[in-house]
C-alpha cells in the first residue's frame, strides 16, 4: 500500500487567493487585430484591464466595468472566457495575494477621451504579437500568442 505525503505550508506561509475578472480589449485595424494596452498606476508596467468581481455582476460585467474604469472603453464583451493567467499582487498593508485572473474578449466600439483613471494610466493599441511581448506576465503572454496563432 502506498502513501501520499502531502506538504501543507505552515498558515503563516500561505498567501490569499482573489479571483479577478480582465478584458482583452480589441479592435480590427486594416483587417487585422489589435489590443489596447494600459500601465498600471505605479510601476507603468503594460497589462490588460482588470479587477476584483463586482457585486451584482457577473465576471465578464465586470471586466467590461473595469475595461471602462481604467481605459475608457466602450464595447461588447463576450460572455465566454477566452483563458485564465495568473500573478501575485504585492500589497503594501496586507501583503501578497495570489489573482487567478479570467480573461474575456471585449469588441472595443469607441474610446472616451475622459473616464475614471484618465490621469493614473497610458493606453496604446499593439499588434497582438507586440502586445504579447509588452506584457511581463508570461501566462498572458502565452495567451496572446495563442490568439495571434488563432486569428491569422
Known sequence: MSRLWWYQPPES????????????????????????LIT??????????KGGLIKGMSSFEAAQQEAWEEAGVRGVCSAEMIGRYTHIK??????AVLCL????????????????E???????WFSIRAAAARVDQPELA?????????SH
Request: proline letters at 7%.
Open 13 to 36: 506561509d500561505r498567501i490569499p487567493v482573489r479571483q479577478q475578472s480582465a478584458a482583452l480589449c480589441y479592435r480590427l485595424r486594416a483587417g487585422a487585430p489589435e489590443v489596447l
Open 40 to 49: 498600471t498606476r505605479k510601476s507603468g508596467r503594460w497589462i490588460i484591464p
Open 90 to 95: 504585492q500589497r503594501r498593508k496586507n501583503g
Open 101 to 116: 485572473v479570467d480573461v474575456f474578449p471585449l469588441m472595443v466600439m469607441s474610446l472616451s477621451e475622459r473616464y475614471p
Open 118 to 124: 484618465c490621469d493614473d494610466r497610458e493606453r496604446v
Open 142 to 150: 502565452q495567451m496572446l500568442r495563442q490568439v495571434a496563432t488563432q
